[in-house]
């Protein structure tokens, strides 16, 4: 018999391949999780198989959002798990911005989305359930 199963809900896409790169965000220590690690000098490595949300609220994800709503998710994620500061929204709310800009989005509607992040993405009370199904 195949035991009890744990899962979560609420992901629309899971990255294909590891992805990295240079972030302006540098936590005091090594974070190294499952399928995130972060180093000392903010580079970020996230691993194949990652599910996240893409954008949140009412919109629409278009292919200027996937990555930077890819990278905001593991930061928030990051910050609800405790691996670094609350302080480190505003970084990464801001970082989220830069890169909707480096990916070609307007910079109106970049600092909507912006000022749509900055309303609560990253506090703890919003990290997924887990369920458990027989």
Not at 69 to 93: E, K, N, T, V
Request: hydrophobic share 35%; with cysteine; aromatic share 14%.
């Amino acid at each position: 018999m195949i035991g009890p199963i744990k899962y979560r809900k609420g992901y629309k896409y899971q990255l294909a391949q590891d992805i990295s790169g240079q972030t302006p965000i540098k936590p005091e220590k090594e974070v190294d999780t499952e399928f995130i690690r972060l180093s000392v000098d903010g580079f970020m490595f996230i691993k194949s198989g990652y599910a996240w949300d893409g954008a949140s609220g009412p919109t629409l994800d278009t292919s200027n959002t996937m990555t930077p709503s890819l990278i905001h998710d593991c930061f928030c994620q990051l910050i609800r798990q405790g691996y670094l500061p609350d302080s480190a929204r505003y970084d990464a709310d801001y970082y989220f911005y830069d890169l909707l800009r480096e990916k070609g989005m307007w910079w109106l509607r970049a600092r909507i989305w912006l000022e749509g992040v900055r309303i609560g993405s990253a506090h703890r009370q919003h990290a997924k359930k887990v369920f458990e199904a027989p």
